[in-house]
T-cell receptor, first 114, second 114 residues
């Protein structure tokens, strides 16, 4: 099925460990996004990529890095995980026109940092 | 500074009645507004949107109203069904070169009782 695929679905990390969250879309969308969802905070933008080869910071980028590997894939890396990064992470892609379209979200990665 | 606010964390309604979910925003640059629905363990799904040049948009049982002077939008679901029970997020886009970046509200948990 066409859509956005995220892996893994669940992960437990120890403080200081690193990991990469993977995201791939097969809809040929240019724009891709990483959000985190926390209770009472809604979804907050971490990083986004308007097109292949470009990435930009969102609202809460500290502690994260991203790579737009190609048009399909957009990964999020935690270099040294902290308990404050415990959250549910969603990847999304957006078809043109980006200003008026709705996102297609992946099913999320639930990350716990202990 | 929460630019998009959903002040009601939860709403409970009877099947067949109207559900009204509210959202307020503070940023005058927002010109496109969207509603997303989210079931547990799934990513949010796009529901309905409205441009700032309109004050109403309908799609089946769902209608979104926009009051620009009050910086307020609402989502009406008529009639409500048990399958509508989910978390609803409103979101806003500043358009232009925002590349589809959305600012989300905190979400409202809707429960529709049979």
């Amino acid at each position: 099925n066409a859509g956005v695929t995220q892996t893994p679905k669940f992960q437990v990390l120890k403080t200081g460990q690193s990991m990469t969250l993977q995201c791939a879309q097969d809809m040929n969308h240019n724009s891709m996004y990483w959000y985190r969802q926390d209770p009472g905070m809604g979804l907050r933008l971490i990083y986004y990529s308007a097109s292949e080869g470009t990435t930009d910071k969102g609202e809460v980028p500290n502690g994260y890095n991203v790579s737009r590997l190609n048009k399909r894939e957009f990964s999020l890396r935690l270099e040294s995980a902290a308990p404050s990064q415990t959250s549910v992470y969603f990847c999304a892609s957006l078809r043109p026109p980006e200003s008026t379209s709705g996102y297609t979200f992946g099913s999320g990665t639930r990350l716990t940092v202990v | 500074d929460q630019q998009v606010k959903q002040n009601s964390p939860s709403l409970s309604v009877q099947e067949g009645r109207i559900s009204i979910l509210n959202c307020d925003y503070t940023n005058s640059m927002f010109d496109y507004f969207l509603w997303y629905k989210k079931y547990p363990a799934e990513g949010p799904t796009f529901l309905i949107s409205i441009s700032s040049i309109k004050d109403k948009n309908e799609d089946g049982r769902f209608t979104v109203f926009l009051n620009k002077s009050a910086k307020h939008l609402s989502l009406h679901i008529v009639p409500s069904q048990p399958g509508d029970s989910a978390v609803y997020f409103c979101a806003a886009n500043a358009g232009g070169t925002s590349y589809g970046k959305l600012t989300f509200g905190q979400g409202t948990i809707l429960t529709v009782h049979p």
